[in-house]
């Protein structure tokens, strides 16, 4: 069985910083892309950054400049750095990535089951 575990959100005020965390762990052949990705309140899950194997990184327009993915030496870890926290980015955070797992052929994304961050003004 797969689980990915997300730790480090929380509340924190405007202009501060959090440091998510991510595990993907259980029966894992190889692990591609990590993701992140949010949603808030009455809007659509959106994409914040990604991460391939090898370390190319991309991040979404609305936070580049601010948001940093970066991937674990192990490899089954993603961070993402969050500074100059905006009221706008409370949401749930959400951790993906595409692996495959030892019960299965190919590539499948997991999700893991999102941690609540609040930036207050």
């Known amino acids: 069985q797969v689980q990915l575990v997300e730790s480090g959100g929380g509340l924190v005020q405007s202009g501060g910083s959090l440091r998510l965390s991510c595990v993907a762990s259980g029966s894992i052949f190889a692990i591609n892309t990590m993701a992140w990705y949010r949603q808030a309140p009455g809007k659509q899950r959106e994409l914040m950054a990604t991460?391939?194997?090898?370390?190319?990184?991309d991040t979404a327009d609305s936070v580049k400049g601010r948001f940093t993915i970066s991937r674990g030496n192990a490899k089954n870890t993603v961070y993402l750095q969050m500074n100059s926290l905006k009221p706008e980015d409370t949401a749930v955070y959400y951790c993906?990535?595409?692996?495959?797992?030892?019960?299965?052929?190919?590539?499948?994304?997991?999700w893991g089951q999102g941690i609540q961050v609040t930036v207050s003004s």
């Open positions: 991460i391939d194997s090898s370390g190319g990184a």
């Open positions: 993906n990535a595409d692996l495959v797992p030892y019960t299965d052929y190919g590539f499948h994304s997991y």
